[in-house]
């Protein structure tokens, strides 16, 4: 198969916007922390009560707060979704980026659950003929709507002027009965959960 875009242009993941913890330690320069815990005393040979941290043994509700979902999250659930013609994510490519991506009313720590909001994601195509572009918006939609609790409603729309048929694309993800038969039909299922695969 012919990709449409054989050289898109590539983000590197380091530089994506992100909330997410990375992996591994913070060391501060010039911390002594790490020869403190390699050199500290055995256990057994020290007091009973030495290096007990009580503050520790109780924890804060504060921790445990529910927080808003805000469009940093929604581009944290969408921008690891595999493109289906390239091995990147679409925050890679820049299909999906934080700036498209609106949340009404907007996110707020004493929101009601049961008020219905509303999240409108523009994705990009990495060409303005991309043959793919109403599989990978297909594929944002079926992430957010798996992801989200049930009083999200989720659009997903070309951003205006990015794609050649972006009214008739745009028309098709709208469209809730042609997206149920999308998703009825196993090839592009198949499709889908390959994109999907990446998603952490």
């Known amino acids: 198969m012919e990709k449409d875009n054989a050289n898109p242009t590539i983000l590197n993941t380091s530089q994506l916007p992100t909330r997410q913890r990375k992996k591994g330690r913070r060391v501060q320069k010039g ?20 290096d ?18 805000d469009e940093q999250e929604v581009y944290d659930l969408i921008s690891t979704i595999s493109d289906p013609e390239h091995p990147l994510s679409l925050g890679q490519l820049a ?43 297909l594929g ?10 049930p009083n999200y409603r989720v659009d997903v729309v070309i951003k205006e002027g990015t794609h050649s048929q972006d009214d008739q694309v745009n ?3 709208a469209d809730k009965e042609r997206v149920a038969a999308a998703l009825e039909n196993d090839t592009l299922k198949g499709v889908l959960d390959k994109m999907l695969e990446t998603c952490v």
């Open 95 to 137: 299909v999906v980026n934080l700036p498209d991506i609106h949340i009404t009313p907007s996110p707020s720590a004493v929101a009601d659950p049961n008020t219905l909001t509303r999240v409108l994601v523009e994705i990009t195509p990495t060409i303005t003929h991309c043959s793919l572009a109403t599989v990978i918006g």
């Open 52 to 69: 007990i941290s009580w503050s520790d043994d109780t924890e804060s509700d504060d921790e445990f707060t529910a927080e808003p979902i």
């Open 171 to 173: 028309k098709q993800l």
């Open 31 to 50: 911390s002594r922390s790490g020869i403190n815990d390699i050199m500290r005393k055995p256990q057994y040979l020290s007091d009973p009560f030495y």
């Open 140 to 149: 944002v939609r079926v992430r957010l709507e798996k992801a989200l609790p």
